[in-house]
């Protein structure tokens, strides 16, 4: 079965500052991860994939993200935020290519202060 | 381009009353999903329909009925609306493994 935590509901960072955003899975097979970023009244957007491949993902807006499977991680960064980046972010896993079928997070308020 | 246009954005419903949501992609994708939004939760899915005449059951799917009219349409029926199926409401429409959503349609249900 797939699962997946993301920790810490609500993350602030000054303008400018590196952000972090944790996501913890868990699957029974080499797993397809996805982050959303949600805006108020929108919906979700894709920011970023990984199937399979590199490691390394990179995404929209500068954001990347990191699959480790030895962590059961895949935690999303940014070097420096933006004012705009300030949204929910969910993080999302799917054992199977179909994205729709995917275990959402229960997301990360992400605040920017200037 | 318009991607998923979901219908109506906003709608306020008395117990037991019935509502059909709406859900059009231009995409031309095979796979269509609607999922429900909670505050401080993730998207739970509750149906989806793989292709054309075909539709599956999600995670939480009591409650709700679908029908997937055409390869663009899919819709979310609440027949006897209860206050816990107040929430947010969301389409969504996928090629291989990129998902693409709609604005949503908040619901409340008094």
């Known amino acids: 079965a797939q699962s997946v935590t993301q920790l810490g509901s609500h993350v602030s960072v000054s303008e400018g500052a590196l952000v972090l955003l944790r996501c913890n899975y868990s699957s029974s097979v080499p797993p397809y991860l996805f982050w959303y970023v949600q805006y108020p009244n929108q919906g979700l957007q894709l920011l970023l994939k990984y199937t399979t491949g590199a490691t390394l993902v990179k995404g929209i807006n500068g954001f990347e993200a990191e699959f480790k499977k030895s962590e059961t991680s895949f935690h999303l960064t940014k070097p420096s935020a933006h004012m705009s980046d300030a949204a929910e972010y969910f993080c999302a896993v799917s054992e199977d290519t179909n994205a729709g079928k995917s275990t959402f997070g229960d997301g990360t308020t992400l605040t920017v202060k200037p | 381009n318009a991607g998923v246009t979901q219908t109506p954005k906003f709608q306020v419903l008395k117990t037991g009353q019935s509502m059909t949501l709406q859900c059009a992609q231009d995409?031309?994708?095979?796979?269509m999903y609607w999922y429900r939004q909670d505050p401080g939760m993730g998207l739970r899915l509750i149906y989806y329909s793989a292709s054309e005449g075909t539709t599956d059951k999600g995670e939480v799917p009591n409650g709700y009925n679908v029908s997937r009219l055409n390869k663009r349409e899919f819709s979310l029926r609440l027949e006897s609306a209860a206050p816990s199926q107040t929430s947010v409401y969301f389409c969504?429409?996928?090629?291989?493994?990129?998902?693409?959503f709609g604005a949503g349609s908040r619901l409340t249900v008094l």
């Open positions: 969504a429409s996928s090629d291989t493994n990129v998902l693409t």
């Open positions: 995409m031309n994708h095979n796979s």
